[in-house]
């Protein structure tokens, strides 16, 4: 388990925030609806080597899905992930095959975590 502790625990300011990321498989996505944090785990294969990756979107103020991709699927495309700062949320899009395939959320904060 991750904690805020973690030294591989990244907070992204809006200084670093990468405009986009992606390519990987998304194994999990999970709400929390206490306190409105969503974690996506991500796999993403370099070199033949196989890394997790965990997204987590803290104090999420609204979230839209949206699923124009025919099912069923063998596994969760996540092709791009863009991140941007409006104000005080950031805007956090994940893209699932097509561009018309994903999630938008916007939140407070954004973590990405990285396993050893």
């Known amino acids: 388990m991750w ?5 591989t625990h990244v907070r992204l ?3 670093s925030i990468p405009t986009h990321f992606g390519g990987g498989t998304l194994i999990s996505l999970t709400l929390d609806p206490v306190d409105w944090t969503l974690r996506a785990e991500v796999d993403v294969t ?3 080597n196989v890394r997790r990756y965990v997204l987590v979107l ?7 899905v949206v699923r124009q991709v025919p099912l069923p699927w063998s596994y969760a495309e996540l092709t791009e992930v863009h991140i941007s700062k409006t104000g005080d949320l950031f ?3 994940l893209v699932l095959w097509a561009d018309d395939t ?6 407070s904060r954004v973590l990405v975590m ?3």
């Open 114 to 116: 990285a396993t050893e």
């Open 102 to 107: 994903g999630l938008t959320a916007r939140c």
């Open 13 to 15: 300011r809006e200084w």
């Open 91 to 93: 805007r956090v899009e």
């Open 3 to 7: 904690g805020r502790s973690d030294p």
């Open 46 to 48: 370099s070199d033949g």
């Open 58 to 64: 803290e104090e999420v103020a609204d979230l839209n």
